[in-house]
C-alpha cells in the first residue's frame, strides 16, 4: 500500500541552527500539507500545496520557515533560525485534491526537539 | 487555530465496551472527518460525513452529525486493546482548508 515518506523521523537541534524536512506524498497526488502537533494538540496547518503553488500559508512564521514543493512532487520544509518552541511533531499529509472531499494520508511524521 | 472541541479530552474504559466522543465546532462546514493516532504516530483517516449526511457507519464505527447544533459524535463498538490511541475530529472550512481539534485520548484496558 502506498504511504507517504518523511524523513528524517526524529531531530535534535540546538536553538539557532537551521533544520530541513523532507516529505515525499503518495504518487499522483496533487495537494501536499505540511502540519505542526505540539503534544497534547491537534495537528494545525502550515502551508498547503496544490501542485508546486502554495495554496495556504497564512498559519507558517515565515520569518523562519519557508516551504517549496518545487517539481509539484516531493517538499522541503525548513527552518531557520529554529527556536526552542519550535519542538514539536512535524507532519506531511497529501490528497488526491483538496481537502473538501478526499482524505487525507499522512506520513509518519518528524519529531523535532530544539535544545 | 483549533476549531473543534473534543470531548471527553481523555476516555478509559474496558475492553469490550462502546465508547463515544464528542467533538462541537462553531462555524459552517462542508464536511466533518474523523482520524486516529496511535502514539508517535502519523494520522489515520477513519471517517467522513458530509454536511448533509446525520449517520454513517463503517464497520464498528458510526458518526453522527447534527449541523443544527453544530456537533458530532464517534462511537467505538465492542472496544478493543488496539482502539488504544488519540481521535481527532477534523472540520473543512471554505474551499479546502482542514481544521483539527484537540483529539480525546482513549484508553482500552484488558
Known amino acids: 500500500e502506498a504511504e507517504v515518506a518523511q524523513s528524517p523521523r526524529y531531530k535534535i537541534t540546538e536553538k539557532s541552527q537551521a533544520v530541513a524536512f523532507w516529505c515525499d506524498p503518495i504518487s499522483g497526488h496533487a495537494t501536499l500539507y505540511w502540519y505542526r502537533q505540539i503534544l497534547g494538540q491537534g495537528p494545525e496547518l502550515l502551508v498547503q500545496f496544490q501542485d508546486e503553488s502554495v495554496v495556504d500559508d497564512s498559519q507558517l512564521p515565515k520569518d523562519r520557515f519557508s516551504a517549496e514543493r518545487l517539481k509539484g512532487v516531493d517538499s522541503t520544509l525548513k527552518i531557520q533560525p529554529a527556536e526552542l518552541g519550535d519542538s514539536a511533531m512535524y507532519l506531511c499529509?497529501?490528497?488526491?485534491?483538496?481537502?473538501?472531499?478526499?482524505?487525507?494520508?499522512f506520513g509518519p511524521g518528524t519529531r523535532l526537539t530544539v535544545t | 487555530s483549533q476549531q473543534g472541541e473534543e470531548d471527553p479530552q481523555a476516555l478509559s474504559i474496558q475492553e469490550g465496551e462502546n465508547a463515544t466522543m464528542n467533538c462541537s465546532y462553531k462555524?459552517?462546514?462542508?464536511?466533518l472527518q474523523w482520524y486516529r493516532q496511535n502514539s508517535g504516530r502519523g494520522l489515520v483517516h477513519l471517517i467522513l460525513?458530509?454536511?448533509?449526511?446525520r449517520e454513517k457507519h463503517s464497520g464498528r464505527l458510526r458518526v453522527t452529525l447534527d449541523t443544527s447544533k453544530k456537533s458530532s459524535s464517534l462511537l467505538i463498538t465492542a472496544s478493543r486493546a488496539a482502539d488504544t490511541a488519540s481521535y481527532f475530529c477534523a472540520t473543512v472550512q471554505g474551499a479546502q482548508k482542514l481544521v483539527f481539534g484537540q483529539g480525546t485520548r482513549l484508553t482500552i484496558n484488558p
Open positions: 499529509a497529501s490528497s488526491l485534491a483538496g481537502a473538501g472531499s478526499y482524505e487525507q494520508y
Open positions: 462555524t459552517s462546514i462542508n464536511n
Open positions: 460525513i458530509r454536511s448533509n449526511e
